[in-house]
């Protein structure tokens, strides 16, 4: 795909996402924001998977970290054929399977998340299982910034090189926001590359915006052999409404009508 052809596909989940969370008057739009270009990415020639064949054996596997930036994933899931895009209008409703943390009762969901720090762990040992059987499929994270402030996911990262995962990436969404505050003044993840690097993982530094640098990362795998991969994507809270960028309080806050008008107009207008 082109770069306008990813930018297209990448507003239309954005404006999608926007009236979800607006239609459930729930959260997380920020988070939801930063990611969707790398899911865009991600779900359009990169991921080995087939919405007519879901469970196949060879799929590769995707995990999403950051559970709460779900709503951007049930509407590519969606648009890709993993199942009705009505369900999207039950996102974060009473009786609906479509939870507001990622579900795996939706199809095309690998695992249910939410609670950080454990979609790398179940990552590790899923790239582990393909090693050990001599299978050829791919296990790719989805991670926040602020759940490397748990414990779980460094005891991951010196568990992946030490047996050599080399079919296991890692994204890190670096928006340098978190729930409370900016990443680096609640636990100073810097020097973060030097860090992975230092435990032994390939790393890349990458704009998680460039649609053609996402493409060209995800497309030169394993970046080393033998050596899992860490793809850090320095990204922007809130990516695609300027009002929302940036800011810590589209963390939580559900937008008002206004808010929602506002929004909207921006991104038909991209």
Known sequence: MTSVTYKKYATSIRIETLKMIARAKSS?????????????????????VNPKNQHAPNRDRFILSKGHACASLYAILADKGFFSKKLLETFYLPGGILA????HSAPGVEI???????????????????????KKWRVFCLLSDGELDEGSNWES???????????????????KIQSLGDTNKTINLEPLAAKLKSFNWAVR???????????RALTSLPKQKNKPTCIIAHTIKGKGVSFMENSLIWHYKSSNEEEFERALKELQEK
């Open 28 to 48: 997380h739009i920020g988070s939801n924001f930063s990611a969707i270009d790398i899911l865009t990415v991600l779900y359009n020639g990169i991921l080995r």
């Open 100 to 103: 507001g943390h990622v579900v």
């Open 112 to 134: 249910s998340t939410g609670s950080l720090g454990h979609g790398l762990p179940v990552a590790a040992g899923m790239a582990l299982a393909a090693k050990r059987d001599r």
């Open 157 to 175: 990262i010196l568990f992946a090189p030490h047996h050599s995962l080399d079919n296991l990436t890692i994204i890190i969404d670096y928006n």
């Open 205 to 215: 530094e990458i704009d998680g915006h460039n649609f053609q640098a996402i493409e």
